[in-house]
């Protein structure tokens, strides 16, 4: 009597062992298993008109290039060679003989850029404003926009590389309501670093009209002795979107 006891508690021990490891395996499958915005790169361009579609009115601007912080930062279309240099060049920014400038400070500096607080009250119009923005100033020995040309000393291996492209892309993309960014890419060859993104660019259609959506591929090339950089855009594909019933 005790053994068939015992075997019935031993047997009883197993199934519960087999319904938690069931259990668990269930569950790291199902948070390991990709998302529907965890898109499969290679398939991109092979997608369906009407899932594009989809896919552009699901995705955010661009979570994939930078981290929460940097999603505020706004671009000034200008590096700077120091802090001083930064907050020289922010002090014109929106000012007029209506505005007062009411702090401006340096916010935030990493190995790559300047971070600019700017505070400021506008007397324009019915009402006072205040506006407050943070302006990134890339150090343009890291970064030379107007030459297009990184450090390659520095930037030295394709992690750095992309975290400067990433930053780079979605920063001057970041006000620009018709541009969404999505899959950044880098690979890296004898020569070579060539980095890649997806964007896309979009007419929003008036009242009984539709959107145009437009995908485009983005190539950045950089030599990895001097440091310059090219890019090339190839359009993809147009698809028409979402008939407005509303005015904008």
């Not at 007062?100 to 404003?129: A, C, F, H, N, P």
């Amino acid at each position: 009597m005790n053994k068939k006891v015992v075997s019935i508690c031993i047997a009883i021990v197993v199934c519960i062992i087999i319904l938690i490891s069931g259990f668990l395996l269930i569950r790291q499958f199902s948070q390991n298993k990709p998302s529907s915005n965890q898109l499969d790169f290679s398939k991109l361009e092979e997608m369906k008109d009407s899932e594009l579609v989809d896919l552009f009115y699901n995705i955010s601007k661009g979570d994939e290039f930078v981290n929460e912080n940097e999603k505020d930062y706004r671009f000034p279309y200008e590096g700077a060679d120091s802090v001083e240099d930064a907050i020289e060049k922010t002090k014109t920014i929106g000012q007029s003989s209506d505005t007062k400038m009411l702090e401006l400070k340096l916010q935030d500096e990493t190995d790559y850029y300047y971070v600019i607080y700017q505070e400021y009250i506008s007397y324009r119009g019915t009402g006072d404003v205040t506006f407050k923005n943070y302006y990134l100033y890339f150090k343009n020995f890291i970064l030379d926009i107007d030459n297009k040309t990184i450090n390659a000393n520095i930037l030295d291996n394709e992690n750095k590389v992309k975290e400067i492209f990433n930053l780079y892309t979605y920063i001057r993309n970041r006000d620009n309501g018709s541009i969404k960014l999505l899959l950044p890419e880098i690979i890296e060859n004898s020569n070579e670093y060539i980095y890649t993104y997806y964007y896309f660019e979009t007419s929003y259609g008036d009242w009984g009209l539709s959107d145009s959506i437009e995908l485009y591929k983005s190539t950045i090339s950089i030599n990895k002795q001097s440091g310059k950089f090219e890019s090339v855009e190839n359009k993809i594909r147009q698809v028409s979107g979402k008939t407005n019933d509303t005015y904008y």
